[in-house]
């Protein structure tokens, strides 16, 4: 008898399973890809020096006097251009303001509603007698027909709307000494806090500009507040917060702020300053206090390049004999990427532009013609990061490794410092990431799936990977729920199959080495990943 059970048992599981199976028969099997990064081709050509300064945020790219939008546009000219524009670049995305026409009181409440966000470049030209920072908006005034809610009528009003384009806004003048490079490099955060008891709520993005100077420097803080009327795009002001130099020489040179943390290279004096950022909701104001100093060797240009990491901080040394990157957890550092651990012995100014993406380090390494750019990444066997690859240079791309950065679709930009006029693109499967996995652009794809390594699949379970109808990857702006789209990276369904198109399925998100144990069929799934796969 109980054989029987077991046998009843056993078929009704695999029948299930073979119902989930057909479920997805109309989609395409796809293997996991290499994970190296591939070249997949270039961005541009732009100007004279195009790449030589790379976005972090990837909507902007410098060149000699100018800047180019990631589309390919170039940015109109600002009044007064300085030969130095495009020499650092950098965007903020969803900037908030105010946009109710028909009502506004500078400490009136406001609620998500009521607001539009926009995206805003800055381009430095951090000459040392006359930088600037020039700055675009995606923000424009329109004259919409719309219905005062108080009238009940139709009225004509001007209103903020966010455009593909970007639009000058103004230009920052240098506010300190005239030996100081206003705009040599830049950071922003963003602080919001919706209408409370006491104080109408707080709308605040900073950008900060470094002014590094042969003996000193200084960090200036300048302010939008999104706080202006519907018909107002707003500006962004300099505040009375600035951070000091002290003793460091060439103090902002170089900076990156993530995740409340604000690194400040001084390569003069071969530090590294590290800040946290704490935020006054009544005041709506934001202040760094300091957390440590790293220090380099003599002559090492030690905090030329700076980048904050996933649980670690990255400092650039790339005279430091033939370079290092340094590789700090607190105050603590755990590694030094030098020329041995390239394999490459040509390799030299190892550290001349550094960034970091889901546990990958790109270091360029821009002082031997062509120059080069390696990957690394953690060897589980050692816990150390470890070369694994050194990127192709199939146009023989001088001086390259000048400029990096990544993208959230784990696509990799490496620029020049040395006169060419394009961008090189690395594209890289990172788990199951695939080129149409991260377009960035709201188009549809072929439905298919990706099996999911080491998951369990039995007769009372069937475990398989993620199922994609249409991509959203790149556009997370503005979704209240994620699920909602059933295919954003980092989400995978609960149900083990699509539902039909504009329906909601649950989900869940997927961390690498975690495990995420399901209900299917009466059993238990268990997925299992392991690194380096991701979704």
Known sequence: MMKREMLVALCVGVLLALAVQAAILDYELKEPQSLDFAFTGTVGPGGALFGQSIDKNLRLIGASGTAFQFGGAELEAPPNPNPQMGESVLSAGGVEKYNNPFTFSADSNFTNAELTGCAWGF???????SGRVFIYTSCD???QELENPATEALENVTVTVSTGGMNYMQTLLAPGAANQEFGRSMASSSFK????ETAGGCLITELLVGAPA???GRVFQYIYNGQVPA???GSFEISTFNIAAGSNRLFGFSMDYAGGTLMVGAPGSNTVAVYSRTTDPIACTIAYSPVRTLSGPSGARFGQSVSIGQGFQLVGAPQNGRGTVSIYQGASLRQTLDVDSTGESRAANIGS??????GYIAVGAAGVSPGFTFIYKVDPETSLFTVTQALENP???????????????RTLYVGSTAGTNIVNRYGADIGAYYDDFCTCAQQTVEPYYVPIPESENNGTTLCFGQMRTTNFVCDLTGMDSICNYRDQVGYIWLNGSPTEPDTVDDCVLVEPNS????RRAGGLCLYVYTEPFSL
């Not at 532009?353 to 889901?358: F, R």
């Not at 146009?395 to 679709?409: E, L, M, N, T, W």
């Open 123 to 129: 381009v430095g030209g951090p000459a040392s007698s």
């Open 141 to 143: 005034l329109e004259i």
């Open 193 to 196: 806090v919706l209408s409370t």
């Open 214 to 216: 042969a003996s000193g």
């Open 231 to 233: 018909d107002d795009l």
């Open 353 to 358: 532009a550094i960034d970091s993406q889901a």
């Open 395 to 409: 146009d023989i791309i001088p001086q390259f490794g000048g400029a990096i950065a990544f993208d959230s679709c």
């Open 515 to 518: 495990r995420i144990v399901r």
